[in-house]
């Protein structure tokens, strides 16, 4: 088979074929589809709102202190923790340094709540404490330096 040099079909061939390409019709949007994107985005909106709410960070020195019907649940803390809002759950920031009172062995009286105590010391009833640290679900106090002056 011979080649033989044509003008005429190298011109051709430079023209580019619309026929070999395929575009996609335009797709018209449907009005099921609308209502259901628009339920996922609500949806979604509602749940970004919830955990922002019910979210919260507490630093290294500060626990929340969970009662349950006016019953000592425990401590909470540190990290990301979650309070879900329920009218008999009460929630308590403190900290480090904080101030309270002795009320009994192994009892203390902070922010006008009974929590849990751990002393390293003899201290005597109704003397003030500070929280020292953390311990498991108890707090850890000492004495209040203010005081032994």
């Not at 099921?32 to 507490?58: A, N, Q, S, Y």
């Not at 929630?91 to 009974?114: P, S």
């Not at 849990?116 to 500070?130: A, L, M, W």
Request: aromatic share 10%; charged share 25%; with cysteine.
């Amino acid at each position: 088979m011979q080649h033989c040099y044509n003008p005429a079909h190298l011109r051709a061939s430079k023209r580019l074929d619309v026929s070999l390409l395929w575009l996609p019709e335009p797709v018209l949007p449907d009005k099921e589809i609308d209502k259901t994107m628009g339920l996922l985005i609500t949806i979604l909106i509602f749940l970004l709102i919830t955990f922002v709410l019910i979210t919260r960070v507490t630093p290294v020195h500060q626990r929340y202190v969970w009662f349950n019907i006016g019953k000592y649940q425990g401590l909470k803390g540190p990290g990301l923790i979650f309070k879900w809002p329920r009218s008999s759950v009460s929630w308590t920031r403190i900290g480090i340094g904080d101030q309270g009172e002795f009320i009994e062995d192994g009892l203390g009286k902070f922010n006008g709540l009974e929590i849990p105590v751990e002393t390293s010391e003899k201290i005597e009833t109704g003397s003030k404490i500070r929280i020292s640290g953390f311990n498991e679900n108890k707090l850890q106090v000492v004495l209040d330096p203010d005081q032994m002056r």
